[in-house]
């Protein structure tokens, strides 16, 4: 059973950091596909970077150059490395994971909480 548990939110003035978490358990290589989404109120939600297994993670514009997605498989975790954060950050964040063969991601973290004052 694939269960996913994001840490690391929090609120946080413009240009500051944070660093997200997702505890991954359950994963294997038929479902090591994983993402980080977010949804501010009243948005849909949308990606912001995601890593195919071990590969090289791609990312949303908005976020391009100012967040870096990481692993450590030694701990089953990934991160979000979110620098330069803006107010139009603010947003719950989720961690999510798919089987690789399909596109739709179907296992889901329960969201931590970004906010970003200016």
């Known amino acids: 059973q694939v269960q996913l548990v994001e840490s690391g939110g929090g609120s946080v003035q413009a240009g500051g950091s944070l660093r997200l978490s997702c505890a991954a358990s359950?994963?294997?290589?038929?479902?090591?596909?994983m993402g980080w989404f977010r949804q501010a109120p009243g948005k849909e939600r949308e990606r912001v970077g995601s890593?195919?297994?071990?590969?090289?993670?791609n990312y949303a514009d908005s976020v391009k150059g100012r967040f870096t997605i990481s692993k450590d498989n030694a701990k089953n975790t990934l991160y979000l490395q979110m620098n330069s954060l803006r107010p139009e950050d603010t947003a719950m964040y989720y961690c999510?994971?798919?089987?690789?063969?399909?596109?739709?991601?179907?296992?889901w973290g329960q969201g931590t909480q970004v906010t970003v004052s200016s």
């Open positions: 359950g994963l294997d290589y038929r479902t090591n596909c």
């Open positions: 999510a994971a798919r089987y690789c063969l399909n596109v739709q991601y179907v296992f």
């Open positions: 890593i195919i297994r071990d590969g090289a993670p």
